[in-house]
């Protein structure tokens, strides 16, 4: 019953911006870090960006600046603004969600986020 969909993903050209949406169920959303992941071909999976349920966030170097992570305790929702765009970008973005207590990932399906001109 604990689902994860992801929403918002699509093609945008450099510079420009988009909104990642994950929804959350089947869980007690107060007790997970949220975030996201992403992987391009080829590539390993790398976390982009978390939040923890006190609002503390996390960021990978290579967004910090242009994304923004948050997340709506009431709606059960986790957001990830994305400006300035780049190609390197490109991946497909997995959210996640992790509890320490119980030991417990659990990932969307991903949406996928392509950035070219």
């Known amino acids: 019953q604990v689902q994860l969909v992801e929403s918002g993903g699509g093609l945008v050209q450099p510079g420009g911006s988009l909104r990642l949406s994950c929804a959350a169920s089947g869980i007690i959303f107060r007790e997970y870090v949220m975030g996201w992941y992403r992987q391009a071909p080829g590539k390993q999976r790398e976390l982009v960006a978390a939040i923890t349920s006190g609002f503390d966030t996390n960021y990978d170097d290579s967004v910090k600046g242009r994304f923004t992570i948050s997340r709506d305790s009431v709606e059960n929702m986790v957001f990830l603004q994305m400006n300035s765009l780049k190609r390197e970008d490109t991946a497909l973005y997995y959210c996640?969600?992790?509890?320490?207590?119980?030991?417990?990932?659990?990932w969307g399906r991903g949406t996928q986020v392509t950035v070219s001109s």
């Open positions: 996640y969600a992790n509890s320490k207590r119980m030991v417990t990932t659990f």
